[in-house]
């Protein structure tokens, strides 16, 4: 079995995760960064907030090159963290990954998708009157 990861872990190194994830240039560092947060998440329970912001961090800043990575550790959050929503942020910072429908089609051949996929299209048709992207999606 895993350990588990301590909250007193978990906060000393979501900073350094975080600085990963948002340095989309150095394609190195960021998938580092993905790999370290997936094997977090699989050890630790992170907040609501947390999970939000990452939800929404994540896709905005991914690199192009890595489009699928980036898809694929925003899966695995769902799967593993079970967020109640994606905030309309998330939706739109996932819409603009391209292509994300050949991207998710892929994925789902390999890994489920379901945790994702839940809260997903509930905020697609969620935001579909004020997000033309999500109903194109649709």
Do not use: W
């Amino acid at each position: 079995t895993m350990k588990k990861v301590t909250e007193e872990v978990s906060l000393a190194i979501l900073p350094t995760i975080l600085e990963g994830i948002r340095t989309p240039k150095v394609s190195d560092f960021q998938s580092a960064a993905y790999m370290v947060l997936a094997a977090l998440v699989k050890r630790a329970e992170l907040s609501e907030e947390v999970i939000r912001s990452l939800l929404e961090i994540i896709p905005k800043y991914a690199n192009r090159q890595n489009t699928t990575d980036c898809l694929l550790i925003v899966v695995i959050i769902c799967n593993f963290q079970r967020p109640s929503r994606l905030e309309p942020q998330g939706v739109s910072s996932v819409l603009h990954i391209q292509p994300v429908v050949g991207i998710l089609k892929e994925l789902g051949d390999k890994v489920d998708l379901s945790g994702f996929l839940g809260i997903f299209i509930r905020g697609l048709v969620r935001d579909v009157k004020e997000n033309s992207r999500a109903l194109q999606v649709l």
